[in-house]
């Protein structure tokens, strides 16, 4: 995997990350359907100073087992985990489920053992989602982005109402040219995906998806964002399904200045 071209730099005087040795926990999907929005999560951190390191060892946060009642192996999962990100001074996670995950439901799992627990309380501390540690923790307010197009922001449940990413993500938005936010009528409200949700109940799902879809078209913009790939693959399926022309990407694409590459789903340019 060869890493693109990095963009024009966020003007900065002193890098807030300065100094801050960040591990970014990368995502299976980000891994293995949009690799491009890790890239962008690299950017946009060390354009804020940090040393950024990407553990090879790392692989998923263990939330499908967690999530179908299957501790053992969410637990196995954690272990493995916490082993790959315990020396870093911060971890970030350019997601709102997996950083919930990892920030809420760890330490319970080691209930048995307290040593084990500690860690896993220690990783969750100083576990964020990306928007919320560029906004809350470095205190960047702007970026070095232009992006020409009307946007609409989806808030995704865990991001939202695990860790409370709302207004971090569009102060950032905010700031780069030509960029213009129109909210949609309900952005809190679920697009259906819920990981294993989808499959267990796919007809509920996708009444809840069809819901979204038309609040999305309601606001005529150009390009729906969010900060979790699962929900945007969700919806930018069901967007090309119904012949909307609706570009989808991660945030973080558009904040890194990557707005040029092809939307999630979309046939890369030959």
């Known amino acids: 995997m060869?890493?693109?071209?990095?963009?024009?730099?966020?003007?900065?005087?002193?890098?807030?990350?300065?100094?801050?040795?960040?591990?970014?926990?990368?995502?299976?999907?980000?891994?293995m359907f949009r690799p491009s929005v890790g890239f962008a999560a690299v950017k946009?951190?060390?354009?804020?100073?940090?040393?950024?390191?990407?553990?090879?060892?790392?692989?998923?946060?263990?939330?499908?087992?967690?999530?179908?009642?299957?501790?053992?192996?969410?637990?196995a999962v954690a272990a493995q985990v916490i082993?790959?990100?315990?020396?870093?001074?911060?971890?970030v996670v350019p997601s709102g489920s997996c950083g919930g995950m990892i920030a809420h439901h760890y330490p319970a799992l080691f209930d048995d053992d307290p040593a084990m627990r500690r860690r896993a309380e220690t990783l969750a501390g100083k576990t964020h989602e990306l928007m919320a540690f560029l906004v809350d923790v470095l205190g960047v307010q702007r970026v070095a982005a232009r992006y020409d197009a009307n946007v609409t922001y989806h808030d995704s449940c865990s991001g939202l109402r695990e860790l409370g990413v709302?207004?971090?993500?569009?102060?950032?938005?905010?700031?780069?040219?030509?960029?213009?936010?129109?909210?949609?009528a309900?952005?809190?409200?679920?697009?259906?995906f819920g990981g294993t949700f989808?499959?267990?109940?796919?007809?509920?799902?996708?009444?809840?998806?069809?819901?979204k879809i038309a609040d999305i078209g309601a606001t005529g913009a150009g390009t729906l964002l969010a900060g979790d790939l699962g929900c945007l693959m969700n919806m930018a399926g069901k967007l090309q399904r119904d012949g909307k022309p609706v570009q989808v990407r991660h945030t973080a694409e558009v904040l890194a200045g990557m707005g040029d590459i092809a939307g999630i789903g979309e046939p890369e340019a030959a």
């Open 186 to 192: 309900n952005p809190e409200v679920c697009c259906g």
């Open 44 to 75: 946009l951190l060390e354009d804020a100073g940090c040393r950024v390191a990407v553990p090879d060892v790392q692989t998923c946060c263990g939330q499908p087992a967690y999530n179908s009642g299957d501790r053992r192996d969410a637990r």
């Open 83 to 91: 082993a790959a990100f315990d020396d870093f001074d911060h971890v």
């Open 198 to 211: 989808c499959v267990k109940y796919p007809d509920i799902s996708n009444a809840m998806l069809n819901d």
């Open 166 to 184: 709302k207004a971090q993500p569009r102060t950032l938005l905010a700031s780069v040219a030509g960029l213009k936010l129109v909210e949609m």
């Open 2 to 31: 060869t890493r693109p071209p990095t963009s024009a730099a966020a003007p900065s005087d002193r890098p807030p990350g300065r100094g801050l040795t960040v591990g970014l926990f990368v995502t299976c999907l980000v891994d």
